[in-house]
Protein backbone atom coordinates (compact mmCIF):
# COMPACT_ATOMS: atom_id res chain seq x y z
CA UNK A 1 0.00 0.00 0.00
CA UNK A 2 1.21 3.46 -0.81
CA UNK A 3 1.78 6.45 1.84
CA UNK A 4 -0.95 8.49 -0.07
CA UNK A 5 -2.88 5.79 0.08
CA UNK A 6 -2.09 5.02 3.68
CA UNK A 7 -2.69 8.75 4.53
CA UNK A 8 -6.35 8.95 3.01
CA UNK A 9 -7.49 5.54 4.47
CA UNK A 10 -6.25 7.06 8.54
CA UNK A 11 -8.18 10.47 7.42
CA UNK A 12 -10.91 8.86 6.02
CA UNK A 13 -10.98 6.76 9.71
CA UNK A 14 -10.75 9.87 11.85
CA UNK A 15 -13.79 11.60 9.64
CA UNK A 16 -15.98 8.66 9.89
CA UNK A 17 -15.46 8.10 14.06
CA UNK A 18 -16.68 11.58 13.97
CA UNK A 19 -19.47 11.68 10.76
CA UNK A 20 -22.52 12.22 13.09
CA UNK A 21 -25.72 13.14 11.79
CA UNK A 22 -24.14 13.47 7.91
CA UNK A 23 -25.62 10.42 6.52
CA UNK A 24 -29.42 11.35 7.13
CA UNK A 25 -28.34 14.83 4.86
CA UNK A 26 -30.57 14.45 1.76
CA UNK A 27 -29.69 14.19 -1.54
CA UNK A 28 -30.78 17.53 -2.69
CA UNK A 29 -28.52 20.65 -1.97
CA UNK A 30 -29.96 22.85 0.75
CA UNK A 31 -28.77 26.09 -0.46
CA UNK A 32 -29.93 24.88 -3.88
CA UNK A 33 -27.05 26.16 -6.15
CA UNK A 34 -24.20 24.78 -8.46
CA UNK A 35 -20.54 26.49 -8.50
CA UNK A 36 -18.23 24.97 -11.81
CA UNK A 37 -15.00 25.47 -10.90
CA UNK A 38 -11.43 24.19 -11.97
CA UNK A 39 -9.75 21.17 -10.14
CA UNK A 40 -6.85 23.08 -8.89
CA UNK A 41 -5.59 21.82 -5.89
CA UNK A 42 -5.85 25.33 -4.35
CA UNK A 43 -8.89 26.24 -4.68
CA UNK A 44 -11.28 25.18 -1.61
CA UNK A 45 -14.63 26.36 -2.86
CA UNK A 46 -16.01 25.22 0.65
CA UNK A 47 -14.24 27.83 2.47
CA UNK A 48 -14.10 29.98 0.06
CA UNK A 49 -18.09 29.98 -0.69
CA UNK A 50 -18.88 29.17 3.01
CA UNK A 51 -20.29 25.93 2.65
CA UNK A 52 -21.26 22.70 4.56
CA UNK A 53 -21.77 19.19 3.71
CA UNK A 54 -25.06 19.01 1.76
CA UNK A 55 -24.94 23.08 0.59
CA UNK A 56 -24.17 22.93 -2.89
CA UNK A 57 -23.12 20.86 -5.76
CA UNK A 58 -19.46 21.99 -6.69
CA UNK A 59 -18.74 20.47 -10.43
CA UNK A 60 -15.05 20.65 -11.06
CA UNK A 61 -12.59 20.11 -14.18
CA UNK A 62 -9.10 21.32 -15.42
CA UNK A 63 -9.83 25.18 -15.71
CA UNK A 64 -13.53 24.91 -14.31
CA UNK A 65 -14.83 25.15 -18.08
CA UNK A 66 -18.38 24.73 -19.42
CA UNK A 67 -17.51 21.33 -21.41
CA UNK A 68 -20.69 18.52 -22.54
CA UNK A 69 -19.45 16.76 -19.13
CA UNK A 70 -20.09 20.00 -16.93
CA UNK A 71 -23.01 20.97 -18.51
CA UNK A 72 -24.53 17.44 -17.60
CA UNK A 73 -24.09 18.33 -14.29
CA UNK A 74 -25.53 21.43 -14.08
CA UNK A 75 -28.32 19.94 -16.07
CA UNK A 76 -28.72 17.28 -13.55
CA UNK A 77 -28.31 19.49 -10.70
CA UNK A 78 -31.13 21.61 -11.29
CA UNK A 79 -33.38 18.81 -12.98
CA UNK A 80 -33.38 16.32 -10.62
CA UNK A 81 -31.96 17.69 -7.56
CA UNK A 82 -33.20 21.40 -7.66
CA UNK A 83 -30.79 23.82 -7.56
CA UNK A 84 -32.10 27.14 -8.44
CA UNK A 85 -28.72 29.15 -9.05
CA UNK A 86 -24.81 28.87 -10.58
CA UNK A 87 -21.38 30.47 -10.27
CA UNK A 88 -18.68 29.63 -13.00
CA UNK A 89 -15.54 30.09 -11.22
CA UNK A 90 -12.39 30.17 -12.66
CA UNK A 91 -8.78 31.87 -10.88
CA UNK A 92 -5.81 33.04 -11.56
CA UNK A 93 -2.54 31.17 -12.13
CA UNK A 94 -4.44 28.82 -14.01
CA UNK A 95 -2.43 25.88 -15.87
CA UNK A 96 -4.78 25.51 -18.39
CA UNK A 97 -3.73 29.49 -19.39
CA UNK A 98 -0.09 27.76 -20.04
CA UNK A 99 -0.43 25.30 -22.72
CA UNK A 100 -2.51 25.54 -26.16
CA UNK A 101 -4.54 22.08 -27.58
CA UNK A 102 -1.87 21.82 -30.25
CA UNK A 103 1.08 21.41 -27.13
CA UNK A 104 -1.17 18.94 -25.53
CA UNK A 105 -0.99 17.16 -28.61
CA UNK A 106 2.62 17.47 -28.89
CA UNK A 107 3.19 16.69 -25.52
CA UNK A 108 1.24 13.50 -25.68
CA UNK A 109 2.27 12.15 -28.86
CA UNK A 110 5.98 12.32 -27.38
CA UNK A 111 5.31 9.93 -24.29
CA UNK A 112 3.18 9.49 -21.40
CA UNK A 113 5.21 10.80 -19.00
CA UNK A 114 4.53 13.84 -17.30
CA UNK A 115 5.70 16.74 -18.85
CA UNK A 116 8.38 19.38 -17.42
CA UNK A 117 8.06 23.63 -17.86
CA UNK A 118 10.64 26.25 -17.44
CA UNK A 119 11.36 29.43 -19.27
CA UNK A 120 11.39 27.77 -22.75
CA UNK A 121 7.78 26.12 -22.60
CA UNK A 122 6.71 22.97 -22.11
CA UNK A 123 8.96 20.09 -22.45
CA UNK A 124 8.40 15.89 -22.75
CA UNK A 125 11.08 14.17 -21.44
CA UNK A 126 10.24 11.87 -25.01
CA UNK A 127 10.97 8.45 -24.21
CA UNK A 128 8.71 7.10 -26.84
CA UNK A 129 5.35 5.33 -26.13
CA UNK A 130 3.03 8.51 -27.16
CA UNK A 131 -0.19 8.62 -28.49
CA UNK A 132 -1.59 10.45 -31.13
CA UNK A 133 -5.19 10.39 -29.31
CA UNK A 134 -4.72 13.90 -27.75
CA UNK A 135 -4.85 15.43 -31.42
CA UNK A 136 -8.80 14.66 -31.36
CA UNK A 137 -9.70 16.40 -27.68
CA UNK A 138 -10.97 19.31 -27.17
CA UNK A 139 -9.20 20.85 -24.53
CA UNK A 140 -10.81 23.99 -23.32
CA UNK A 141 -7.01 25.79 -22.93
CA UNK A 142 -7.78 29.75 -21.41
CA UNK A 143 -5.87 32.33 -23.59
CA UNK A 144 -7.83 35.35 -21.81
CA UNK A 145 -9.06 34.39 -18.00
CA UNK A 146 -12.06 37.00 -17.89
CA UNK A 147 -12.92 36.41 -21.36
CA UNK A 148 -13.20 32.29 -20.85
CA UNK A 149 -15.48 33.06 -17.64
CA UNK A 150 -17.53 35.05 -19.87
CA UNK A 151 -17.43 31.85 -23.12
CA UNK A 152 -18.51 29.51 -20.27
CA UNK A 153 -21.69 31.29 -19.20
CA UNK A 154 -22.79 31.99 -22.57
CA UNK A 155 -21.80 28.28 -23.45
CA UNK A 156 -24.20 27.40 -20.41
CA UNK A 157 -27.00 30.17 -21.19
CA UNK A 158 -27.24 29.16 -24.91
CA UNK A 159 -27.76 25.62 -24.22
CA UNK A 160 -31.64 24.34 -24.85
CA UNK A 161 -31.34 22.71 -21.51
CA UNK A 162 -30.98 24.81 -19.59
CA UNK A 163 -34.12 27.10 -18.17
CA UNK A 164 -33.71 30.73 -18.68
CA UNK A 165 -34.67 31.32 -15.21
CA UNK A 166 -32.01 29.80 -13.66
CA UNK A 167 -28.85 32.92 -12.94
CA UNK A 168 -25.42 32.06 -13.89
CA UNK A 169 -22.85 34.11 -12.15
CA UNK A 170 -19.30 34.53 -13.02
CA UNK A 171 -16.22 34.92 -11.03
CA UNK A 172 -12.54 34.73 -10.69
CA UNK A 173 -10.81 33.47 -7.37
CA UNK A 174 -7.97 35.46 -6.77
CA UNK A 175 -5.27 32.52 -5.86
CA UNK A 176 -3.03 35.53 -3.61
CA UNK A 177 -5.61 36.53 -1.63
CA UNK A 178 -8.48 34.00 -1.75
CA UNK A 179 -11.03 36.94 -3.09
CA UNK A 180 -14.13 36.52 -5.66
CA UNK A 181 -14.07 38.88 -8.10
CA UNK A 182 -17.16 38.96 -10.30
CA UNK A 183 -16.68 39.25 -13.98
CA UNK A 184 -19.77 41.64 -14.72
CA UNK A 185 -20.03 40.58 -18.90
CA UNK A 186 -20.16 37.21 -17.65
CA UNK A 187 -22.97 38.10 -15.19
CA UNK A 188 -24.81 40.18 -17.50
CA UNK A 189 -24.81 36.81 -19.80
CA UNK A 190 -26.17 34.83 -17.41
CA UNK A 191 -28.81 36.61 -16.15
CA UNK A 192 -32.09 34.93 -16.00
CA UNK A 193 -34.35 35.47 -19.56
CA UNK A 194 -37.29 33.95 -18.40
Known amino acids: MSKVVEEVLE ?3 RYAADFG ?3 RLPMPPGRQFAILTCMDARLDPARYAGLAEGDAHVIRNAGGRASDDAIRSLV ?3 KLLGTREWFVIHHTDCG ?5 SEIMAELLA ?3 ETASIDENGWSDPGTGGGTDEGRYLQWLTISDLAGSVVED ?3 IRANPMVPGRIPIHGYIYDCATGK ?3 VPEATRAGQPTA
Do not use: C
Open 11 to 13: ANS
Open 21 to 23: DKG
Open 76 to 78: ISY
Open 96 to 100: METFS
Open 110 to 112: GSL
Open 153 to 155: VRR
Open 180 to 182: LIE
